[in-house]
Nanobody, 115 residues
Framework: QVQLVESGGGLVQAGGSLRLSCAASGIIFSINAMGWYRQAPGKQRELVAR???????VYEDSVKGRFTISRNNAKNTMYLQMNSLKPEDTAVYYC?????????WGKGTLVTVSS
């Protein structure tokens, strides 16, 4: 079992920045990759960024150059630095951990970007 707790969401004006954190606990040595997903009202959940245990990263096209995913293995924490935020980035952001055969999810943190 893996427990994931997100933090760092909030209200920010367009052009501003936020940093999300995801603290992991449990069987963390089995985690192959972690990622951030988001779900806006009325839309499906989508991958924002993903980082493997080896440090390889992928980003959704609309956030490339604005968001940066990273992880601190010593602190068992993953981050999402979000810069140049846009109103269309408004969503609930979820932390995800990939283990062999299963995914774990946090409860999400709300990010609201005002225009």
């Amino acid at each position: 079992q893996v427990q994931l707790v997100e933090s760092g969401g909030g209200l920010v004006q367009a052009g501003g920045s936020l940093r999300l954190s995801c603290a992991a606990s449990g069987i963390i040595f089995s985690i192959n990759a972690m990622g951030w997903y988001r779900q806006a009202p009325g839309k499906q959940r989508e991958l924002v960024a993903r980082i493997t245990s080896g440090g390889d990263t992928v980003y959704e096209d609309s956030v490339k150059g604005r968001f940066t995913i990273s992880r601190n293995n010593a602190k068992n924490t993953m981050y999402l630095q979000m810069n140049s935020l846009k109103p269309e980035d408004t969503a609930v952001y979820y932390c995800n951990a990939e283990l062999p055969g299963m995914h774990y999810w946090g409860k999400g943190t709300l990010v609201t970007v005002s225009s």
